[in-house]
């Protein structure tokens, strides 16, 4: 990677296509979602080495519950298996974890094991890895303006304090800076619920191949478009 590279400093990916490579390839949908944790290490290592210092990666969402009961269950077991087997490397490797979404309806040893593993890497300061569960961007902005709503209630502030600033403190990301690149794989040309408000300004990159397949050289690619993208946020160049 060219050191006079503008590198995002905040990149985030949709990960989709897990269940078609695996049809693809005769397999069960699980086998998937497992080949696809190969990737997540690969983008890992890349990120760290192009010097990107916010990752932030959509595992499940809110939608994702209409899925067979068997595919979910099987992606819970695989989260927290995932959590047990890499702790050990992310903590070696300096790497801050956060899980951001809702926890209120995931298995219990599942959400115990997320904050345990923010607990032990809170930190680190290599990367910051963000893991979407069971997140989606309009639940997002609904929990923050109930927030924010008890407190106008409340009398603690008055409508006229609630800036954007005020409801990005309410927001899952808070304290994360909004995504510079946004990278989706699996062929699909939209959002899909993922960082509706934090994705204002951010460069989409997308791409056919499915997530298992989805390169290094493939990301660093990516990269290099969004090195030559001018970025005006909304005024001239």
């Known amino acids: 990677m060219n050191k006079q590279q503008i590198i ?63 595919e979910v269950s099987s992606l819970m077991d695989l989260f927290q298996e995932a959590i047990k087997k890499e702790k050990k490397d992310l903590l070696k490797n300096k790497i801050k974890v956060r899980f951001i979404g809702n926890r209120a309806n995931l298995p219990l040893p599942l959400s115990l094991a997320m904050s345990n593993m923010e607990k032990e890497t809170k930190n680190n300061k290599k990367l910051s890895l ?39 403190e309410h927001l899952f990301t808070t304290g994360l800076p909004d995504p510079d690149l946004l990278i989706r794989t699996g062929g699909e040309l939209r959002i899909s619920n993922f960082l509706l408000w934090q994705i204002a300004y951010s460069e989409l990159w997308f791409t056919r191949t499915f997530w298992p397949n989805f390169s290094r050289k493939q990301l660093l690619r990516a990269i290099s478009d969004y090195e030559k993208r001018v970025r005006k946020f909304g005024g001239k160049v």
């Open 8 to 70: 995002p400093n905040h990149l985030a990916i949709i990960m989709d296509g897990n269940g078609r490579w695996a049809q693809k390839h005769n397999l069960p949908r699980s086998a998937g979602h497992k080949a696809g944790l190969k990737t997540v290490r690969m983008v890992i290592v890349e990120s760290i080495k192009a010097g990107i210092n916010y990752l932030t990666l959509f595992a499940f969402s809110t939608e994702n519950w209409k899925r067979p009961k068997e």
């Open 130 to 168: 963000n893991i979407a569960i069971n997140y989606g961007g309009r639940s997002e902005i609904c929990n923050a303006f109930q927030l924010i709503s008890q407190k106008v209630l409340d009398g603690n502030i008055k409508p006229s304090q609630i800036t954007q600033n005020f409801i990005n």
